[in-house]
């Protein structure tokens, strides 16, 4: 049964079964993804998969279900299931369907060139970038992960109040892993990219940044352990702002779970932090015209030097604080109900140089790398105390790199303790919750350090 | 699940190419997600999930590919493209299915599916309230209920032809507390791989009032001091220190390829004598527990590590081509969306002979952990880290003041040589495991134990 059809016949049952206004979420994800180990394919994926999500108002109250079997059999599966979901709600927030903003950009976000980018074109790019790797140094050993993943995702809202909107995104992912040893150390680097132009991935330039990314750890070496200045690199700021950006939902403030709550117009941050949500990027990987529900987007400023000027909205969390949409209502997916998450959110870059932002440091610790962003850090209380990895600075040049460390201290205090902001913009791999989060690396005046 | 015309169609399809090995797994899984947040229901979502995955294998080649299109030509189409890695001509037929029934080793009394939603809403409320009403500084109280039903089937080109279905209900209570300024969180999250009985059961009182207790205690907690410390690791949830140090660097995901710490070490020596680690996905109804992995293998007891010396690996079919090992039914994965690979089911320390008093008592100055939170591992140096969500300072012997914001960081094999102490109050926790085949339902386990030294990274500073 297509997509079309099995619409038509929910929203007809659906009328017949009682409910007011309804509708469907549909989505269709299609990828492709490679590893090499060793100059053979060692694992080759590809999956084409489509879901939808039902809701619709039942006797007052919104109710939800979906299913990925497009089928007759699903139908009164999802209307009975939404039916009884619908009566156990008891929000006090009336949710209710869309009928649409007054206009919508017509930006296009998926790249044909990349779509038309071969299957052995991206299998031959894994194996120059192993190839060039193994061949870097004497001390590479061999690699974790040489893989990349292409996908492709169309989605659809439609509803009985007469939307009906469709786009279509593109992205490829690279992600790379090496392992070096020498003198009874082993140590790994990584190298992420996400992008939607192919060309832009020179194997040498890739090779030389995941192998010197390993190596430049080795020789690690204890410092002691005490608050330093420290110097988020621009994919580490990204991380650390990732894990806390929930913190600027407007679903989460009122809730009592962000520390923002009634902040707007309030200084949040250092002068020099200005951040935004941008759903318009044309290379942006979570760029999109219309959200979760169907409103149109646009440019949000979200801080403006260190001043909290919005918090990100979808229409329910709107009506509560007597506001606008500001466009970000999010469905993780077509299994998801309506949140709040950004789409293109990043701190804007300013002027430095990363290089200059070294040399500008008397002392302190540069963070590359960082683990347990999921468990040691706290998005109520803004607390965080995480696993690292860097070098030490002394007198503007980076001396040598640390043994495993933790960082740490509470996300608020860093905000308002942004010494410089770096001129290198980049964007985190986006998870299904997160949207995608950039920053250029940060300054901080200092941080919690502890060294194994 | 599917016809078997079209199963030994799409097996056969996808040899073509010289391929030595094709299987399909489908899925038909029905779940409900509940959310209470202030002690009403704000979100509720139920969903059929449906999709068909088929593998092949050509060596140490391995495809996978996935749909949702569940018709012959869809399931042909996904058969074509895994087929089309590889390059040669058919080697191999595919064998007459002799099915396999099963005894499932573990008994559903109360479908979910068979349950008014407003009867898991009453058990929610009943949380709600004892969480709510634990104390005065009690914010706000969340509670999320999950339930399942996967009904799963596997064939493949070696004749198998079988059947399964896992049934599992969690509840998780999140609680926040303030005292005007500062605001804590804790949390607790019992599972099992049980229908409604579960929650009919479940003692509500211990696990509400335990979430409510941590977010309070920790409002009166420290900033953690830094450095390096004995540490007394509390039993049930606590053994997820040893599944990052340890047992993730123990499945073949990372062993086959010789990039594991434990790699090539069978026999060896690599923890003290007292030191048993187990991984057993027999145990009767537990939340990591299945009857078969997704390959379709009897899943069992595995010994890990017995009294300090490397006994297994957790395997799965295609790496056991690589090692020369035979899988331990050990093949695991979040979907049909993840091809399956070696992960584990219920990990656990087995029990020592100390009692928890000997171990506090025996400790004039270190860190108590009573709750863990989650935890992470880079399996290929064995570097991990783990979040502490309820911790003290232990005192001459004694369990002293809270202390907040403990981050616990060390190298696997060198944690493992350092437990001196293990008790005798084995239990098991439940938790989600996210790894290359996604994130799955493990229980993770061990009796209260002591690490002689480990790095504490808090928010004080240098002791």
Redesign the interface.
Known sequence: MNVESFSHKLLEAGKRFGYADMELYYERVKTFGCQIFQSEIDKYESSEVSGVSFRGVFEGKMGYAFTEKIAEDSIPFLLENAKENAQIIEDEEAEDIFSGSERYREQTYYSSELQQVSIQDQVRLLLDIERLILAYDARVTGTNRCMLESSEKERTILNSKGLDLKDLQNSLTLYISVIVKSEGQTKTGTYIKITKDFHSLHPEDIARQAAEEALRQLGSRSIRSRAYPVLLRNDMAAALIQTFSPVFSAENTQRGHSLLRDKVGASIGASALNIVDDPNLPDGVCSRNFDGEGFATQRLQIVENGTLLSLLHNRKTAKKDNTESTGHAHKSSYKGSVTVAPSNLYVEPADKSYEELVSSMDEGVIITHLAGLHSGANTISGNFSLAARGYYVEKGQIQFPVNQMTIAGNFYDVLHSIQDVGSDLEFSHPTAASGCIGSPSLLIKELSVTVE | MLEKSIVEEVLGLALSSGGDFSEIFAE?RRTNN?TL??G????????????VGVRVFKG???????????SREGLL?AAR??AE?MSGSPSVRPQPFAAEPISPLHAIRWYPTQV???DK?GVMKQAYEIAKNYHAAI??V?VYYFDEEQNVFIANSEGKWIEDQRVRSRLMIHS?ATDGH????GSYGPGAHKGFEFMKHLDLRHYAGEASRIAVTMLGAAP?P??KFPVVIDNEFGGVIFHEACGHGLEAT?VA?H?S?FSDRIGEKVAPDLVTYIDDGTLQNEWGSITIDDEGEKTRRNVLIEQGILKGYLIDRFNSRRMGMAPTGSSRRQSY?F?PTSRMTNTFIAPGESTPEEILGSTEYGIYAKYM????V?T??G?????VKEGYLIENGKIGAPI????L???GPKTLQLVDMIGNNLAHGAGMCGSLSGSIPVNVGQPMLRVSEM????????E
């Open positions: 038909d509940i947040e202030s009403r229901v704000e979100k509720s979502l139920s969903g059929r999930d449906f999709g140490f080649t391995s495809t996978y590919t996935y749909t949702t299109d569940s189409k493209n895994a890695a008014a939603k407003s809403v914010q706000q969340m926040t500062k605001v804590e969180s953690c830094s450095g990372s390829k990039n710490v969306r091809a939170g989650g935890g992470q880079n290929t140096t570097d991990y880290n783990f979040a907040k914001g403990a981050t960081i060390g190298n790095t504490v990274g808090g928010t004080k500073g240098d």
